[in-house]
């Protein structure tokens, strides 16, 4: 019995990197006894087996760009723009958001103007199979902006042109339910957001209500009312508390998810900028970015009290009409879509400072954060048999582990894991060979 080290890398397949292709599957194959550190769920391959550290990182932001119908991916490690999806990769006209599964391994952007959902496997930044995904008759339903369910079973759409939300089985990538204004959707949904504890889904439209969606059944069970044509939702992780930033009324309503009432100190207009937009909260709770788009700045709020505790503004390094935050899952930067510079700012959570603005496509609206997985297949010497396989994993604990006989290539061990933090992890994945008996 023999124990054969290879490479972590993404999924089989090829990786564009700069418009270049460079095949993983190649180079692991031909470096079977090197290691990977893996920043993230990307992984470079370092000679001699011997712990390194790499200088790609691994959670990506994903940029919808609006007008050059594109999508950026950019490494947050080092805020370069890795790959470019277009139009000839499956994104349709006017993309307006982004929203990963809880794997990271799909990316589903809402097109606008053409009237679909591109599904985005983020191993390879191709279309994935189903996509794109007709929403609706026709092409005037105008999907705007999208949230995905804690499992990562169902995306739901808001559609604001023909008021309505579609509701998409990942694994089929087929719409399987539509809530429609007879439903009780309000005129003009545009935010949507899924509770990560409750079974409920909520859908801002402009006629000054939040609807309350029972994802169990996709029924329409409450309407929150709030002050000034709400726009952008975000939910705590414990979800107990909904904030919804009110477009015309430059305040956040918040709600206590457990009545759907607003709380005694809603809505908050001290600190809020005109025109608030697509709010994040950090993954701990504590503070909630608003773009205020009209303002040019983003407000910070504490969860604690909910007071408005620092204000980034313009002078500070916030771009012209920011659109939407998004903060990564290690909780230490926000990122925030600048549309009408065609950038995104980075913000250090800890100072509440711009650390840096970088450029990406034409009028960047909604963006997504995330960890993708990494994934690393280690094939048997000819003449022996995989009977096992594992990793050999140095650094903070990944999640999403998976260790198991490969699909493909043949007579190989795969394992697939992805890093939430922002600290490397080493990892050297193995196969188990044996004389065929």
Do not use: H
């Amino acid at each position: 019995m023999s124990k054969v080290v290879g490479t972590l890398r993404r999924e089989p397949g090829t990786v564009r990197r700069r418009g270049r292709e460079v095949s993983w599957r190649t180079r692991a194959r031909t470096r079977l006894t090197t290691a990977g550190v893996i920043l993230a769920s990307v992984v470079l391959p370092v000679t001699n087996a011997t712990p390194a550290t790499a200088a790609d990182g691994g959670t990506y932001a994903y940029v919808a760009n609006f007008t050059d119908d594109s999508v950026s991916v950019v490494n947050t490690k080092t805020n370069l723009i890795t790959d470019t999806i277009t139009t000839g990769e499956g994104i349709g006209n006017g993309p307006n958001d982004v929203v990963m599964t809880p794997n990271g391994k799909l990316a589903y952007i809402p097109n606008f103007n053409a009237g679909t959902v591109t599904a985005i496997d983020t191993a390879t930044n191709l279309a994935a199979p189903g996509s794109p995904i007709t929403i609706g008759p026709a092409i005037s339903t105008g999907p705007t902006n999208a949230a995905v369910s804690p499992k990562g079973d169902f995306v739901y759409v808001t559609n604001q042109l023909v008021p309505s939300v579609s509701v998409i089985d990942t694994a089929t990538n087929l719409v399987t339910d539509t809530i429609t204004a007879g439903d009780g959707i309000g005129v003009g949904p545009r935010g949507v957001v899924v509770n990560p504890l409750l079974p409920r889904a909520y859908v801002a439209s402009a006629v000054g209500t939040v609807a309350v969606i029972d994802t169990t059944n996709n029924s329409v069970i409450d309407t929150i009312a709030s002050a000034g044509e709400p726009r952008g939702l975000a939910v705590t992780p414990d979800g107990a508390r909904l904030y919804v930033t009110n477009f015309t009324g430059n305040s956040v309503t918040v709600v206590d998810t457990a009545t759907n009432l607003p709380t005694p100190d809603s809505p908050i207009t001290v600190g809020i900028g005109t025109a608030p937009r697509n709010p994040a909260v950090t993954p701990n709770g504590d503070f909630v970015y608003v773009p205020n788009s009209t303002s040019d700045s983003v407000s910070v709020i504490r969860t604690s009290d909910n007071t408005v505790t620092d204000t980034i503004t313009a002078l500070e390094g916030i771009g012209n009409n920011p659109f939407s935050v998004e903060v990564n899952p290690a909780g230490t930067f926000a990122y925030v879509t600048n549309s009408d510079d065609d950038t995104v700012s980075a913000i250090d959570t800890v100072t509440n400072a711009v650390a840096e603005t970088f450029a990406v496509g034409e009028a960047p609206r909604g963006l997504a954060v995330g960890a993708v997985p990494g994934t690393g297949s280690v094939p048997c010497p000819v003449g022996q048999v995989v009977t096992g396989g594992g990793a050999e994993i140095t650094g903070p604990e990944p999640s999403n582990f998976v260790s198991k006989p490969a699909d493909e290539p043949d007579n190989a061990w795969e394992v697939s894991l992805t890093n939430p933090t922002n600290q490397d992890i080493t990892v050297m994945p193995y196969a188990v060979c044996s004389d065929p008996t």
